[in-house]
């Protein structure tokens, strides 16, 4: 048997656990979000499965995972102790993008347009971030002024349908 510590030591499962413990998901929308194969995906959940943190159901030919709700409460008690958050501490008024430059992980690259996240932890894409739940109107020019949370959150390209528009 697998236990919750030892399920979570994988920073893969502390992000499936962030995923569903917002709301159910099938497993190819959990390993698109993660940028991983589904085979991967399938075999961090069956972990999950076993110490009692997820469930899965079968719908059509799909399955989707959703967090067990009593086992959530006790994983928020603990959550602290296995979380990858980063404290930071910087002098009044230092702008936001210079404090993410003190961040291990976390590339910035500057542009004649300004600056921008290009990678988290080696996960290149668009970042966008948030500031104590709300994204910034005037993100560059933004000076922490007290105790904020930042978190950086990684859009994902979607194409639905690609519809060719032709003039005759």
Known sequence: MVTIFKALTSST???????????????????????????????????????????REKVGTSHVIKAVEANLKKLEEVWWMIDESFTLEVPVNTNIMDALKLVPGIDIKKTKNG???????????????????????????????????????RLMPVIGKKVRVTIG
Do not use: W
């Open 115 to 153: 600056s921008f996240i290009s990678s988290v932890d080696g996960k290149e894409g668009y970042y966008i971030y948030e500031i104590d739940g709300k994204i910034p109107h005037k993100a560059a020019k933004y000076a922490i002024n007290k105790d904020i949370i930042i978190e950086l959150k």
């Open 13 to 55: 499962r502390r992000n499936i656990m962030k995923i569903v413990s917002q709301k159910e998901m099938h497993i190819s929308g959990i390993a698109r979000e993660l940028n991983i194969s589904v085979p991967v995906a399938l075999k961090h959940i069956k972990i999950l499965e076993q110490c009692g943190l997820v469930t």
